[in-house]
């Protein structure tokens, strides 16, 4: 997958998270993590953003995490969101995300 | 706390009853509801104004909660208002103007700071590559004349649209350093677009060897340093601006490029840029920059200005304009590209 713009999804409500992917092209991936409880659970979010960006096989990105204590599954659902904006696809693989 | 209905809706004009709340707001907070405003977010609990936040452009300003309503995270739902509105609108690329002592909320919310006036307000943006990017872009521009050792100097010019007036002082300049960036405004508030205004410039100074052309982006004399120079705003807020975008520039974009010295024509006609000049020659030695104004270049007694080309323009006096413009401005001002230009220049002066 291949982000050519800005893409944005979630919200900074208690609980959710706001994630931000900017295209990188040919620099590779950089995470930038915000959150309430990164001193818990930062390596836990970094671990799950990882994950998702190589089932979706995204190579080149700026990703800004601000989280405000959401839980895995939100983190997910958020950054695939993101991303597919990022990619301007709408054909969704459901089985990856 | 009671059962409450939380509701969120932006207004664009608000009436004197939503005004007299949001200004109400504003003051608990120590905050002014500006002029230069797109639209205005109310989020009321109940019946009663609990936060408030404001769009102008791609600044986002005037962000308060009601102090009854503060710890239940109502600065998240303003924000997430505020940023979704501005991606609706097709702005990636954001700003947001607050106190020193609110910068913590702002960081955990995901904005890096850009750059501080102490004790009075913070500027800070959304992308946290932002102003890195810009500084990586002026180096990029500046690669063929990286080797060149001795003083860089720089002038800020909006050029609206650039006159022999601009080129006098740019010629000038460019004699006495060895290096000069010269930095066009970006903000499009002008009669001449900015894409106009850049290309005459480049155009008209493409003879001056040490020459850098730039455009001064979101980070100089923009709305987001700079909202008071194009809005009418006390002395007071213009000073702090000034502070804003003077420091940003001597302290972050100057030394990037080893800049050291900032000419500027004398202003005798527009009042906002004649403050300015002022405000440069007291704030910029501070930051160790040099200040050199330089006497306007007349004709006819009279000081050559981009004010004068748009007057001639009015009358449509070419054989003025022409002895007053670089070719390159003539030619586009008789073009049909200058037609249109004219045209809102008329619409604008009824």
Redesign the interface.
Known sequence: MKII??G?AG????SDV?I?V?SNSGKGIKI?L?S?VKKQFGKQIIKVTNNLLKELSVEDA?I?I?D?GALDCTIEARLAAALYRGAEQSEYDWEKI | MDDYQINAEFIEKPDSGAMLEITNLLKENDLTFETDIDETLLIRIGDSLAATGSISGNILKCIAVKKEYKNINLTGSIMTNLINREYQKGNTDFFLFTKPKNKGIFLQLGFSPVYEVKNSVVLMENNPLGLDNYLKELKKESRSKLDITGKAASIVVNCNPITNGHLYLIEKAADECDVLHLFVVSEDRSLFPMKVRYQLVKEATSHINNLVLHKGSNYIISNATFPSYFIKESKQIIDIHARLDLGLFSEIIAPALGITARFAGDEPLCPVTSNYNRLMKEILPKHGIDFHIIKRFETDGEPVSASRVRKCLLKRDFSSIKKIVPSATYNFLASSEGEKIIEKLKKAGK
């Open positions: 713009k800005t944005i919200t900074l409500e208690s706001m931000t900017r930038n915000q309430t700026l800004q601000n405000i």
